[in-house]
C-alpha cells in the first residue's frame, strides 16, 4: 500500500499562492492515479483536481479551475498542487489521494493539510 503525506499548507492572504506537497512511501506514485480534495468547516468534503498516473490528463473543479494547477514528479515520488489567486473560501483542509484505476474509487488518503487564506 502506498502511505500519503501532505506539507505546505499555511496562512496566505488572498490573492497569494502556496504549493502543496504530497510525498508518497511504501509504493510509488508512478503506479496511481491522484487526486486532490479539500473539506472546509462545517462542509462535506469536494473534489479540487485529479492527475492521472502518466501526468497527461488533468481535471478540475470549476471552482479553481485557471487558478490550480495539478502536477506529478514521479521521480520525486510527490505529487503538487500549486494554488495561485487564492481566495478565502478555499480555506479548508487538503487532502491527496490515491485509486488503481482511473474509475476506482481513492482508496488511500493523506492525512491534510491546513490552508487559511485571509481576506
Known amino acids: 500500500q502506498v502511505q500519503l503525506v501532505e506539507s505546505g499548507g499555511g496562512l496566505v492572504q488572498a490573492g497569494g499562492s502556496l504549493r502543496l506537497s504530497c510525498a508518497a512511501s511504501g509504493r510509488t506514485v508512478s503506479s496511481y492515479h491522484m487526486g486532490w480534495f479539500r473539506q472546509a468547516p462545517g462542509k462535506e468534503r469536494e473534489f479540487v483536481a485529479a492527475i492521472n498516473r502518466f501526468g497527461i490528463n488533468e481535471y478540475y473543479a470549476d471552482s479553481v479551475k485557471g487558478r490550480f494547477t495539478g502536477s506529478r514528479d514521479n521521480a520525486k515520488n510527490t505529487v503538487y498542487l500549486q494554488m495561485n489567486s487564492l481566495k478565502p473560501e478555499d480555506t479548508a483542509v487538503y487532502y491527496c489521494?490515491?485509486?488503481?484505476?482511473?474509475?476506482?474509487?481513492?482508496?488511500?488518503w493523506g492525512q491534510g493539510t491546513q490552508v487559511t487564506v485571509s481576506s
Open positions: 489521494a490515491a485509486r488503481t484505476g482511473l474509475t476506482a474509487d481513492f482508496d488511500f
